[in-house]
């Protein structure tokens, strides 16, 4: 029987919007919200492969504003964009009762996981976190997925994962590895009962 689940983190245990990040973004540093907008999205892939930190982004919103700014409220406005997904989680917390082992595998900053690690307890539940900007991979790459088995310490058939982007699920399957899209809690629960996981 699998034992090893891993989770995406956005949109599927808990929600987010980049809008929100820009607007709060702009708010604070009296800036126009498109032009946060085409800043952070050129930081973006940079950003979650860990090639730049938040320092270097601190940096250069700093410059754009030409004012200086406080590093924690900037990281506030920038990570404060999460909701949770409350049936997820649930889902979540059951298989963890049920003893399977549960990880993130997720596309993300050092703003945004350290703002949600400190935000959703739930978060501290898990064994272990495969991070995009810690292992400097992002999905659908196969050194990701990769990363995940050998930071999980299973082999490819001893796991599943769910993840709401097809593209990343297809990425898992490449290394013949359990996954399914993630659309309602419902299914989810549907695709764990198949598995006999839940």
């Not at 003893?99 to 596309?107: V, Y």
């Not at 299914?187 to 006999?196: F, T, V």
């Amino acid at each position: 029987m699998k034992r090893t689940i891993f989770f995406d983190l956005g949109n599927v245990l808990i929600f987010f919007s980049h809008q929100k990040m820009c607007r709060q973004v702009a708010d604070y540093c009296s800036l126009d919200e498109f032009q946060v907008a085409e800043l952070m999205q050129g930081y973006l892939d940079p950003y979650e492969r860990g090639h730049i930190d938040s320092q270097t982004v601190y940096n250069q919103v700093s410059a754009l504003s030409r004012k200086k700014l406080d590093f924690d409220r900037l990281m506030h406005a920038i990570g404060d964009i999460f909701e949770p997904n409350l049936p997820v989680i649930a889902i979540a917390q059951e298989l963890r009762k049920k003893g399977h082992r549960l990880f993130l595998l997720s596309n993300t900053c050092d703003a945004h996981f350290t703002f949600a690690y400190s935000q959703f307890p739930f978060l501290k539940e898990f064994d272990g976190y495969v991070l995009s900007y810690e292992v400097g991979a992002r999905k659908p790459e196969k050194k990701i997925y990769e990363k995940a088995l050998e930071i999980a310490g299973c082999r490819n058939k001893e796991c599943f994962y769910t993840d709401d982007i097809l593209a990343y699920i297809e990425g898992a399957r490449s290394l013949e590895i359990d996954a399914e899209q993630y659309k309602t809690p419902e299914e989810l629960i549907q695709h764990l009962k198949a598995r006999q996981l839940i």
